[in-house]
């Protein structure tokens, strides 16, 4: 797995917990004074992850020479055809990863909220350890988060998981709970269908009725037509 460490102002080789949670990946470092530049030279190799550890507020990442928004990240992002995920320990970069997401659709994972260095740097180890062991991303988070909850519990549950293609259990009972609705409300109104169909069912019926009644009574009227006319050419005829 080709792994991309993102670290403005930061000198990730010398942070054992990152040096412990590449271990089995090849590993390239994008740290110390970056900028637009360095960062965009970073991205011309492909890589299958980016992990981006660093300070984020809102819309934005930090980096040297300003904070950089999600869509000129994302404007980088472009060329990485392998792309398979994403991962901020950056503080508030729910809207960065969310926009992430929806644009290059792969999983993102993100901070919902602030979160201290050693609980980033706990995260990252745990999860990549069991990413590698499982290679199974939401299995990896969840263990992640538990090693938190351990160490740092007040920073487990703002790590989060952006994946339009995972479903947790709670949110699949969501859905089926939903569709079970949607088909109430289906089954509700074709009864109404149902009986509507009946109604004009005997409607045609009254209407057959009458247009048969009717043509009898035209027939009736031609045979009596035809009587009478016999009847006046048999006494209209000179004898």
């Known amino acids: 797995m ?6 403005p102002n930061s000198n990730l080789q010398t942070h054992p917990e990152i040096i412990r949670a590449a271990q089995g990946m090849e590993v390239y470092f994008c740290d110390g004074l970056v900028d637009r530049q360095k960062l965009e030279q970073a991205l011309y190799d492909e890589v299958d992850t980016i992990h981006f550890a660093g300070h984020g507020d809102m819309s934005v990442l930090a980096l040297n020479d300003g904070p950089i928004e999600a869509h000129e990240l994302l404007s980088m992002l472009r060329r990485q055809r392998h792309l398979s995920l994403v991962v901020i320990t950056a503080c508030h970069s729910t809207r960065v990863g969310s926009e992430i997401h929806n644009a290059m659709h792969v999983p993102v994972v993100l901070m919902q909220a602030e979160i ?4 980033a740097g706990r995260f990252s180890e745990t999860f990549y350890r069991s990413l590698r062991a ?3 991303i939401r299995k990896a988070v969840d263990v992640a988060r538990a090693a ?12 989060t998981l952006i994946n339009g293609d995972m479903t947790t259990d709670a ?24 009986g509507k169909l009946e109604m004009i069912e005997e409607d045609v019926k009254a ?5 048969e009644h009717f043509w009898t009574v035209v027939i009736v009227l031609i045979a009596v037509l035809a009587i009478s006319q016999t009847v006046a050419t048999i006494f209209l005829i000179p004898r």
């Open 207 to 211: 209407l057959t009725a009458r247009r």
């Open 148 to 159: 938190l909850a351990k160490t740092h519990p007040e920073d487990a549950d703002i790590v």
């Open 116 to 119: 201290g260095d050693a609980a």
């Open 134 to 136: 499982e290679n199974d």
């Open 2 to 7: 080709r792994t991309l460490f993102v670290a």
């Open 171 to 194: 949110e699949m009972q969501g859905c089926m709970s939903y569709v079970k609705t949607q088909l109430g409300l289906m089954d509700n109104k074709l009864f109404r269908v149902e």
